[in-house]
């Protein structure tokens, strides 16, 4: 397959100042289009997107936004409008995890999980999709979690949030296919960042993670749905390391 060239189209990537984000941003930006990032410390976003801007052919440019707050994330679109005037593509990547059983669970624990989990996609997705209805076109990719299927003790707040995700991916699918936006939930397994969660390696050696997923993974998946033809809609993407510790 020739590499995919995006030159001239737009995306927003959240949670990009690291992980799993900053290497779809890397790969998005590779490729050609313009990238919009986010994420709440705004220094660590600058570094960020600094480093990208420089490889890039496009212009990859950092607007710190809290995805919590809605007024935040419109501001993130109209930004990425003034700048580019459309927005192509929508990664919603940006997430927390919180792990503990519900009695443990303090309020505004639950509500960070919930907000940015699900709220804050809910959000951009909003402010987003007039834009791409517009253009007849658009691509909205969130970042979902095999923790969006599979239930865990302990996973109530971030079970939640990611079976929550799936459902309102699925159904924002139905709504917009007809518009030429298409939807797609990738859903992976461990991943080898600094995301705290069961198995994950959270500030330890990452040596002690090569059974897990790497960032470019994820990233390389999101490339490859970029390029499918505009008939073709991969909807639900489940990936997982391919030989994890036996149990
Ligand atoms: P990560 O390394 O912790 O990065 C999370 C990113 O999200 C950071 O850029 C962070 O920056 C940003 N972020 C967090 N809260 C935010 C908010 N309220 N507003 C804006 N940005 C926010 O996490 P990751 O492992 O790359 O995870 C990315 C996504 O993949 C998440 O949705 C996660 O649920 C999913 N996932 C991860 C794994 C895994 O094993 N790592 C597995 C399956 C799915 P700031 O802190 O500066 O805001």
Not at 93 to 102: C, D
Not at 204 to 216: F, G, I, N, T, V
């Amino acid at each position: 397959m020739p590499d995919l060239d995006l030159s001239g189209k737009t995306a927003i990537v959240t949670g990009a100042s690291k992980g799993i984000g900053f290497a779809i941003a890397a790969s998005i930006a590779r490729s050609g289009a313009n990238v919009v990032m986010c994420a709440r410390n705004a220094s660590e976003l600058e570094e960020a997107a600094a480093r990208l801007d420089a490889l890039a052919s496009g212009t990859v440019l950092g607007r710190p936004c809290d995805l919590r707050e809605y007024d935040e994330v419109r501001r993130l679109v109209d930004f990425t409008i003034e700048h580019f005037d459309r927005v192509d593509i929508l990664v919603n990547n940006a997430g927390v995890g919180a792990f503990a059983p519900v009695d443990d669970i303090d309020v505004e624990t639950w509500r960070q999980v919930i907000e940015t989990n699900l709220n804050g996609v809910f959000y951009a997705c909003r402010e987003s999709i007039p834009h791409m209805r517009r253009r007849g076109s658009g691509w909205i990719i969130n970042i979902g979690s095999l923790a969006g299927k599979n239930p865990f003790a302990g996973g109530a707040a971030y079970n939640a949030s990611k079976f929550g995700l799936l459902g309102f991916t699925e159904a924002m699918m139905l709504d917009v296919r007809h518009d030429g936006i298409r939807v797609s939930c990738v859903m992976p397994g461990s991943v080898a960042t600094h995301f705290s969660g069961p198995g994950s390696h959270g500030g330890k050696s990452a040596s002690a993670a090569d059974w897990k997923l790497q960032p470019e993974d994820i990233a390389e998946m999101v490339l490859d749905l970029l390029a499918f033809d505009s008939r073709a809609l991969p909807s639900r993407i489940e990936m997982r390391p391919s030989q994890p510790p036996k149990k």
